[in-house]
């Protein structure tokens, strides 16, 4: 049966527990996808308590971290989602993301709407890729693709 989580308290502990084993052993993120069976990117948000994993994924990476027997069934619920509080963030690599929105998300909204209609993007249905490439000018540049199936609003 699918379980959910109305506290974030259990999953921030769980996440907490599971980086330091990430960090003990020395793996990567793609490590532990990989043991998963997963993206890179929803397993490193379920890790972090924001996605439940199917059961055998959420074994495979309780194993990996040597994490304890509670871990795998806790990495299955449904978590109660939301890894920012309130107010502008302040680590600097999210502060970025923020500070993209606030710049372009009027923008992106426009141009959304004017190719699709109203409706949103779905992040439900969605996938994230996180890539890095070289800068023509010099240095590296990310690449990151957000990938979400559009929802029409429908009138009632």
């Known amino acids: ?20 084993a990430k960090l003990r052993k020395d793996l990567s993120w ?14 490193t948000a379920a890790v972090l308590g924001q996605h439940a994993l199917p059961a ?16 795998a069934p806790l990495l299955t619920t449904v978590p109660s989602r939301g890894s ?3 107010g502008v963030p302040t680590d600097p690599t999210i502060y970025r993301f923020y500070e993209m929105l606030q710049v372009y998300g009027t923008t992106l909204k426009a141009l959304v709407h004017e190719e699709f209609g109203d409706g949103i993007i779905s992040a439900i249905n ?6 890095k490439v070289a800068d023509p000018e010099g240095g590296e540049r ?14 009632f």
């Open 1 to 20: 049966m699918i379980q959910s989580q109305f506290d974030t308290t259990a999953r921030q502990d769980l996440a907490i527990a599971a980086v330091e």
């Open 30 to 43: 793609k490590e532990i996808a990989d043991a998963a069976g997963l993206s890179v990117a929803f397993v």
């Open 56 to 71: 055998d994924s959420a074994r495979a990476v309780a194993e990996l971290l040597g994490l304890d027997d509670d871990a």
């Open 84 to 86: 920012i509080p309130g």
């Open 126 to 131: 969605f996938r994230l890729d996180v890539r």
């Open 142 to 155: 990310a690449v990151i693709t957000l990938d979400g199936k559009y929802l029409p609003t429908k009138p």
